[in-house]
């Protein structure tokens, strides 16, 4: 249990540090903050499923979602791109 606590806990603190960087600079666009959350959860997921083989299923669950979210946003810019 004190492996997801640590997963949780980092996840939760890169995000909190990107939303104060990201807000510092003006971003307003909610699509580059969703973005960069999936970017870095997808990062953190997979180093933490590296280096612990027990809990690489649960986190392969949250890659997966989390991919999908990002090829979502991906498919609707590049579909903005392609009808204008």
């Not at 995000?15 to 666009?29: E, K, P, Q, Y």
């Amino acid at each position: 249990m004190r492996f997801y606590n640590r997963y949780i806990l980092t996840t939760a603190a890169l995000l909190l540090l990107t939303t104060v960087i990201m807000v510092a600079l003006g971003v307003g666009n909610l699509e580059v903050y969703y973005t960069a959350y999936v970017l870095e959860t997808l990062a953190v997921t997979e180093l933490y499923a590296y280096f612990n083989v027990g809990a690489r299923r649960g986190l392969h669950m949250v890659s997966v979602v989390l991919f999908l979210g990002f090829a979502i946003i991906v498919l609707t810019r590049v579909a903005q791109i392609l009808f204008r």
